[in-house]
């Protein structure tokens, strides 16, 4: 005890010590994930102060608690202190060097500190208001009640408190559709912007250049935890762990702005914000630099409040409520303080509209091992809670939206009640609808036997009250609106309502809210259910219950009433309609044929309205409110006039990938399946992690649980019955041809054994693209090619552009060739094949009963050897039609060697691609011998190689020959300049084939083009299609050319 001061033992008294272990551990604890790793690169710095360095080895796997015990090993206590305090300036997480070094004073040495748990840690320089402040605020703050807690309960907010995702963005409206308030990611956003989770101490922290914000604003859907983490802010500050630069942080909640008395000051609102004695609000507004306002729920605004900018009031006292929160959020009041304002997306352009916000963050949920913990928080036993939790993680739907925090408290509430009964956890609903419906059905359980029999009119009523609010986009009502709807049961209100007391002038009133605004939307749809027992008309007039008003507000709008309509699907489900009756709440299922009429209408383009057998798939939400219904034969009638589903650039997460997926398996005519440009994002616990972010930007990719999915859609389509268990086989009118596209999706190795799976037992499948997904590699390709060797594959067309595969793939892809009867198209095209890749599969092609049609092998970095290797395939392929071999530097030499298999009378080649492969005049004529000895030979494209004129000369010679059926030629980029179009003026008068030339991208001059149009003018040729590069040429050239294409209707001339 001698290291303590008299005056700081009489301070501290009986609060409890803990050691220097502790405080590092809770301020390594504090660290984001990135800043931990900042720190762990710190002290493995060999030049950091002098100091011995722990190595990388020992620290690279750390964590929290190793560290600690690794920094202590090394250093010892004091020197430990020092160097952490040395690493968080370093890394510029100055507060918790402040921290480290203020608890060291207030200390004395680092043996002993006083705890940092609720009892404040007093300095002797602090004012005695800002002392008895922070007192207040771990007193009111400490706390919270669960949203179905009674009298006397409440739950220890340091305790239950998880940590959530937190990103920095920066969002505009636009970037906000499909918001969802169940915690639909926004991974939209999320894709163009790399994303780290960052700590709530460091939301001020300043960027690379220094410059820190004054004003943050923290988004987050519905339920996603902005209020918590708002509370969670106090409870921190006033337990000096983060934003120990503010003299003062003061909580509004906006709820209570919406009830101010309407001559509120800024005075009134500040000591509205102090729970306790009156504070010196003259005093705290004269630093206003320390000073921080956390403005929890602008979005609960109420809508007549207006944001317009206003001037300083000059008698502050006087200012209208409206005036005063619109001063402080527009910076007119207070400019120099800080601000953090948690809203709704949704809020987000009113917001913009008065505030220029200097950072954003996003919440983005519990991650998977963030989950965990809160199981373990909730339950407080470890036995209750690893059950719970393996128990949901085995249920993929309702993990995945454990993701939002209210509903991981929701799952958590049920699940604990159904733990407690004898049936355990072996049932349990699985849709967003299910668990609020078992949730209301376990709130009403406590009710007495008098209450339940009225409870049926209570919710009626409650329904009415939750549309009108949904209408108005209204989420608080007074009392009076309450008991216009005769909700005046005190027994029954507290289960159903939130009440809030609210201070207006001398007296207190009471306003009212749903637990949650998910909970008012699932009332406003249970509103277009109930069954009318003669209430209605006893009611205030309300919104209609014409349930097409609804839906096509729906339409109409981005976000509004997006969960009520998938509510409404969801309550049609047969369990969740008996689960409703158990309560006395009867469903009509009256308005099922609207609802199937709505969902096939909202697909349709106004073009595709007129063409009802076109009808496509364009977005997910249809597909989000088949799955609440999760009824097997209204979801196959619903889906029956989809033929396709075509969804490019979607960022899908577990939720959706489920989602989708159930869709597609009930899909009974589904005829091609495309998803180009979308990522398939899945939470991992190793992200929490992993040390190396270059590959998180957008989450962790796991597209093969999702194409797993979609497998089993296939398969379901491919056998004619449902895959649903227990469910009656039905026969299904499916397409005998399927494409499947996912070019560009981001997609790994391991879906592509999912894939295989499809491929063997879904014969109907017959395009398969998988271009541009550079991580699928051979591994991917040797998984893929087990299910192109069973015999029932019919695949025809397979596309593996820009894969990252080698020669190694080719050999897989050769062995299984043989067993491919039906493939027309290979694509390999941009591959680091080689030539030895080349070789390969030119082993296979040239075996009896292959019937390839189309090779794709452009930018495959071959050379002269693979023409070799092709020159003997293409006499014995008689098949192959379309050979690509687009910038590949093949060279003269190269179609010296190819020319060989294309002189041979077997080859039927009709289309060769060569352009950019380093060709000059020298090849012109090998091909000009070519073309008289290829009949067959439609289309040659020389592109983007340097021919020359006297290249064309010599060509010209082959094109003229009567043998000769070439139809399309193309020399763009060619280096041709006017010398060359008396030659081609020459094939056009000979050539009765050729009807496409392209010449774009080559100066010819205005001389040569005229006489091209003199020829063409007066011959009786069959181009009907002529491409030219247009800069160059004068106007009186190009009148030449328009007036050609008046005289010869037939010809068609393009400019580049």
Request: hydrophobic share 40%.
């Amino acid at each position: 005890m001698g290291g303590c001061s008299s005056r700081h033992c009489a301070l501290s008294g009986n609060t409890p010590k803990i050691t220097i272990e502790e405080v590092l551990l809770r301020a390594l604890e504090d660290l984001s994930e990135q800043d931990f790793k900042k720190f762990r690169d710190a002290l493995a710095d060999r030049h950091l102060q002098g100091q011995r360095h722990i190595p990388w080895g020992r620290l690279e796997k750390a964590d929290r608690l190793d560290t600690k015990r690794l920094m202590l090993s090394f250093y010892g206590k004091e020197e430990a202190l020092d160097m952490a305090i040395a690493i968080f300036e370093r890394i510029q997480c100055r507060d918790k060097a402040a921290m480290i070094q203020e608890k060291r004073e207030e200390g004395g040495k680092a043996e002993w500190l006083p705890t940092l748990g609720l009892a404040p840690l007093l300095d002797s320089s602090s004012p005695d208001c800002q002392r008895k402040y922070k007192e207040a605020i771990l007193r009111e703050f400490s706390h919270i009640k669960d949203q179905n807690a009674r009298m006397g309960e409440n739950v220890d907010l340091h305790t239950r408190y998880s940590k959530l995702v937190i990103v920095t963005k920066h969002l505009d409206e636009e970037q906000r559709e499909h918001i969802m308030d169940m915690g639909r990611k926004h991974v939209e956003i999320m894709k163009e912007q790399a994303s780290s989770s960052i700590a709530v101490g460091d939301l001020f922290k300043p960027d690379s250049k220094g410059w820190a914000p004054k004003v943050v604003v923290l988004l987050g859907a519905a339920g996603m935890g902005k209020t918590v983490t708002a509370r969670k802010i106090m409870l921190d500050w006033a337990s000096d762990k983060l934003f120990m630069e503010f003299d003062y942080v003061f909580y509004i909640h906006c709820r209570e702005g919406n009830l101010l008395t309407p001559s509120s000051s800024m005075d009134d609102l500040i000591s509205q914000c102090y729970p306790g004695s009156n504070l010196p609000v003259a005093t705290v507004l004269a630093q206003p630099e320390k000073l921080l306002f956390v403005i929890d729920g602008f979005d609960e605004l109420r809508s007549s409040f207006d944001l317009l900018p206003c001037e300083p009031c000059s008698q502050p006292e006087e200012r209208q409520v409206e005036d005063t929160l619109s001063s402080l959020l527009c910076r007119k009041v207070l400019p120099e303080s800080s601000l953090i304002i948690t809203t709704r997306p949704a809020a987000l352009q009113k917001l913009g509209k008065c505030l220029v916000c200097e950072r954003y963050a996003e919440i983005l949920g519990f991650s998977e091992a963030e989950r965990k913990e809160y199981f373990h928080t909730f339950f407080q036993n470890t036995e209750q809670a690893t059950a719970a939790f393996q128990f949901v993680r085995g249920n993929e739907t309702l993990f995945t939206m454990c993701l939002v925090p209210i509903v991981c408290w929701i799952v958590c509430t049920v699940v604990k009640q159904q733990l407690s009964r004898s049936g355990g956890l072996t049932q349990s609903p699985k849709t967003t609808t299910g668990i609020y419906t078992l949730y209301l059905s376990a709130l009403l359980q406590s009710v007495s036997s008098q209450l339940k029999q009225d409870m049926p009119g209570v919710l009626r009523r409650l329904c009415c009250l939750a549309a009108d609010g949904v209408w108005k986009q209204k989420v608080l009502f007074e009392e009076k609106e309450v008991q216009r709807y005769a909700l005046d049961q005190r027994e029954a209100l507290p289960l159903l309502l939130n009440e809030h007391i609210f201070q207006r002038d001398i007296s207190c009133v009471s306003t009212y809210s749903f637990i949650h605004l998910s909970f008012q939307e699932f009332f406003a749809a249970l509103f277009y259910l109930l069954e009318d027992e003669g209430e209605a008309r006893d009611l205030p007039a309300g919104p209609t219950r014409d349930v097409k008003e609804l839906l096509e507000s729906h339409g109409n709008s981005r976000n509004f009433c997006v969960l009520t309509v998938r509510f409404l699907f969801g309550l049609l489900n047969e369990e969740h309609r008996r689960k409703l009756e158990e309560i006395g709440c009867r469903i009509t299922p009256r308005i099922t044929q609207e609802l199937l009429a709505w969902l096939q209408n909202s697909q349709k383009t106004a073009l595709a309205l007129l063409m009802p057998e076109m009808a496509v798939i364009r977005n997910l939400e249809v597909c989000h409110c088949l799955y609440e219904l999760q009824d097997q034969q209204f979801v196959v009638a619903a889906l029956d006039p989809f033929t396709r589903v075509y969804l490019q650039g979607f960022n899908l997460n577990h939720f959706d990938q489920m989602v989708l997926s159930f869709s597609v398996k009930n899909i009974p005519k589904l005829e091609s399946l495309e998803m180009g440009h979308c990522s398939f994002l899945w939470d991992d616990p190793e992200d929490c992690v992993d040390p190396q972010p270059a590959k998180k930007a957008c989450g962790c990719i796991r597209p093969a649980r999702f194409v797993d999915g979609i497998s089993g859609g296939c398969l379901s389509n491919a056998a004619g019955a449902s895959t649903c268990p227990g469910s009656r086989a039905e026969p299904r009118g499916s397409s005998p041809h399927l494409p499947c596209r996912f070019s560009q999706c981001q997609l790994t190795s391991p879906c592509c054994g999912a894939l295989a799976f499809v491929i063997s037992a879904k014969p109907t499948l017959t395009d398969l693209d998988l271009a541009g997904n550079e991580d699928l590699r051979d591994d991917g390709v040797k998984l893929l090619c087990e299910g192109l060797r069973c015999g029932t594959c019919q695949l025809q067309t397979l596309r593996l552009g820009c894969c990252n595969i080698t020669a190694t793939s080719c050999k897989d892809l050769a062995a299984v060739l043989g067993a491919m009867p039906s493939l027309v198209q290979l694509d390999l095209s941009d591959n680091p094949l080689e030539d030895g890749g080349v070789q390969e599969l030119c082993r296979a092609l040239a075996g009896p009963g292959r019937s390839l049609e189309k090779l794709w092998l452009w930018r495959c970095r071959l050379t002269e050897a693979s023409c070799r290797t092709l020159a003997a395939v293409l006499p014995a392929s008689p098949s192959l039609k379309e050979l690509h071999l687009g910038e590949n530097e093949l060279g003269d030499r190269g179609v010296r060697r190819l020319s060989k298999g294309l002189q041979d009378p077997a080859c039927r080649l009709q289309i060769l691609r060569l352009w950019r492969c380093r060709l000059t005049k020298a090849s012109c004529r090998t091909l000009a011998a070519v073309l008289p000895a290829s009949p067959s030979l439609k289309e040659l494209h020389l592109g983007g190689n340097e021919l020359g004129d006297r290249g064309v000369r010599r060509l010209s010679k082959g094109l003229q020959d009567p043998a000769c059926r070439l139809q399309i030629l193309s020399l763009w980029q060619c280096r041709l300049a006017g010398a060359c179009c008396t030659d081609l003026c020459a094939l056009l008068s000979t050539s009765q084939s050729l009807q496409h030339l392209d010449l774009s991208e080559n100066d010819l001059g205005d001389g040569s083009v005229r006489l091209l149009c003199e020829t063409l003018r007066n011959c009786t040729c069959v181009l009907k299609v002529l491409w030219l590069k247009k800069s160059g040429l004068n106007e009186e050239t190009l009148q030449k050319l328009a007036a050609l294409q008046e005289v010869n209707h037939n010809l068609n001339i393009g400019y580049i």
